[in-house]
T-cell receptor, first 114, second 115 residues
Framework: DTAVSQTPKYLVTQMGNDKSIKCEQN?????MYWYKQDSKKFLKIMFS???????INETVPNRFSPKSPDKAHLNLHINSLELGDSAVYFC?????????????FGPGTRLLVL | AQKITQTQPGMFVQEKEAVTLDCTYD???????LFWYKQPSSGEMIFLIY??????QNATEGRYSLNFQKARKSANLVISASQLGDSAMYFC????????????FGKGTRLHILP
C-alpha cells in the first residue's frame, strides 16, 4: 500500500551516462514533484507537474528532463551525468485542492556519479 | 533573503524532555501554509504537521504541536516527551498559495535525543 514509490532506491553510475528515475503515486493526487537533496541536506524543488502539465521548472540544467505519461507517474531522465548530480532525489505528490495540500514524499533515490 | 530560516543546525536533548525547534519565515502573501517534515537516518521524508496562515488555533498532531506566531512570522515545532526515535533531521517548509505549489524548505535542524 505504498503511497509514493520510487525506483531505483540506489543508483551508482559513471559520469557521462544517461539514467532515469521512476516515480509512481497511488494516492489519486493531481500534482507531482521532483526535489534534489544535496550533501548538506538542503532540499530544493526541481519540477512540478499538475495533471501531466509542467507547472514549476526551476533553474535546472537541460540535462534533466521530467516526463509524466499520466498523472500517477512522473519520471526523471538525466542525460550526460556529472559528478555534481550526486544527491538524493525525492519524488512527492499532493492533492491539488483547497486545504492542506500536504506533500507526501517517496523514499528517495540515492544517485552517486563516479 | 531566505524564505525559511532554521537557526539551529543541531540540538541535543535529554529523553522525555520537551524540545522546541525554531523556524521563521518570510512572505508577503497573506495566504500560505507551513509544514514540518522529519527525516530519520533512513532518509525518507515524513510529514508531521501543517499550519495554515488563516488557522485560528495552533496545529497539534499527537506529541507534535506547532507554535504559530503570525506577527513574528515564526512557526516553531514543539515535541513533547521526546523519545529516542525522535532523533532525526527536521525541516520546516512553507507554501505560498499564490506561487503555484512550490514548497520551500529550510536547511533543517538535526535533533539528537540522549538516553
Amino acid at each position: 500500500d505504498t503511497a509514493v514509490s520510487q525506483t531505483p532506491k540506489y543508483l551508482v553510475t559513471q559520469m557521462g551516462n544517461d539514467k532515469s528515475i521512476k516515480c509512481e503515486q497511488n494516492l489519486g493526487h493531481d500534482t507531482m514533484y521532483w526535489y534534489k537533496q544535496d550533501s548538506k541536506k538542503f532540499l530544493k524543488i526541481m519540477f512540478s507537474y499538475n495533471n501531466k502539465e509542467l507547472i514549476i521548472n526551476e533553474t535546472v540544467p537541460n540535462r534533466f528532463s521530467p516526463k509524466s505519461p499520466d498523472k500517477a507517474h512522473l519520471n526523471l531522465h538525466i542525460n550526460s551525468l556529472e559528478l555534481g548530480d550526486s544527491a538524493v532525489y525525492f519524488c512527492a505528490s499532493s492533492q491539488d485542492s483547497p486545504g492542506r495540500e500536504t506533500q507526501y514524499f517517496g523514499p528517495g533515490t540515492r544517485l552517486l556519479v563516479l | 533573503a531566505q524564505k525559511i530560516t532554521q537557526t539551529q543546525p543541531g540540538m541535543f536533548v535529554q529523553e522525555k524532555e520537551a524540545v522546541t525547534l525554531d523556524c521563521t519565515y518570510d512572505t508577503s502573501d497573506p495566504s500560505y501554509g507551513l509544514f514540518w517534515y522529519k527525516q530519520p537516518s533512513s532518509g525518507e521524508m515524513i510529514f508531521l504537521i501543517y499550519q495554515g496562515s488563516y488557522d485560528q488555533q495552533n496545529a497539534t498532531e499527537g506529541r507534535y504541536s506547532l507554535n504559530f506566531q503570525k506577527a513574528r512570522k515564526s512557526a516553531n515545532l514543539v515535541i513533547s516527551a521526546s523519545q529516542l526515535g525522535d532523533s532525526a533531521m527536521y525541516f520546516c517548509a512553507m507554501r505560498e498559495d499564490n506561487r503555484d505549489d512550490k514548497i520551500i524548505f529550510g536547511k533543517g535542524t538535526r535533533l539528537h535525543i540522549l538516553p
